[in-house]
Each structure stands twice: as structure tokens, then as C-alpha cells.
């Protein structure tokens, strides 16, 4: 995973890679946290349930990669804070998203 920042209409916001090299273990967790300090912890199941931030880790990265995009634009997620785009191969490029201005620093994985 890689952390970055870009300026993006003006305003300098912080992003973040996330990659699926293959399909994650079960149970396995990615806690994002947010530049206003929103903390989501995504678990990896069987089968998707966005609600609860649980994602399919599915047979392939990129179905997994889809699926937690799906929990992290949930309503219970991070819907209004963290931007996700999916590039369909297993790849998620976060971008914090904040008010004109902001600083820059904001995403935090572990």
C-alpha cells in the first residue's frame, strides 16, 4: 500500500493504494481511518455484508477489492470522508475528502 497526496480542483488531498496481490485470509481486518479521525475496521468473510464492514474475500483479488469498496461507500463506512475508485483488476485508490483548504495528510491504513 502506498500513500500519496494530489492535487485535486485546487485543494491538496491525501490517497491511498490499496492492492490485492490475491484473495484475502478470513478474518482478516483493514482499519481505515479517516482525516477526521473516523476509524472503520473491514473484516474479510465469506460473503459480503456492507452494513457490518464485512467484504467478500471472494475467489479473486478483484472481486475482494470490489467488495470492500462497496463497505467502505456503505452508510456504516466511510460514505462522506474517503472517495474510492476501483480499477477492476484489484487495485483501490483512496482520496480523502474534505472542504477546500484542508490539509493534506488524512488516510491511515493498518
Not at 479517516?34 to 476509524?39: G, I, R, T, V
Not at 470492500?68 to 477492476?88: E, F, P, R, S
Not at 472542504?99 to 493534506?104: D, I, N, R
Amino acid at each position: 500500500m502506498t500513500v500519496s497526496t494530489h492535487k485535486i480542483d485546487g485543494v491538496v488531498k491525501a490517497t491511498y493504494t490499496i492492492t490485492f496481490s490475491a484473495a484475502p485470509a478470513l478474518n482478516e481486518t483493514i482499519v481505515i481511518v479517516s482525516h477526521a479521525s473516523l476509524s472503520k475496521t473491514y473484516t474479510a468473510k465469506g460473503s459480503e455484508t456492507a452494513g457490518s464492514l464485512q467484504f467478500n474475500r471472494a475467489s479473486t483479488a478483484a472481486a475482494a477489492a470490489t467488495s470492500l469498496k462497496a463497505c467502505i461507500n456503505n452508510a456504516a463506512g466511510h460514505v462522506a470522508t474517503i472517495h474510492v475508485a476501483d480499477d477492476g483488476a484489484g487495485t483501490l485508490t483512496l482520496t480523502q475528502e474534505t472542504a477546500a483548504g484542508s490539509h493534506a495528510d488524512g488516510i491511515n491504513i493498518r
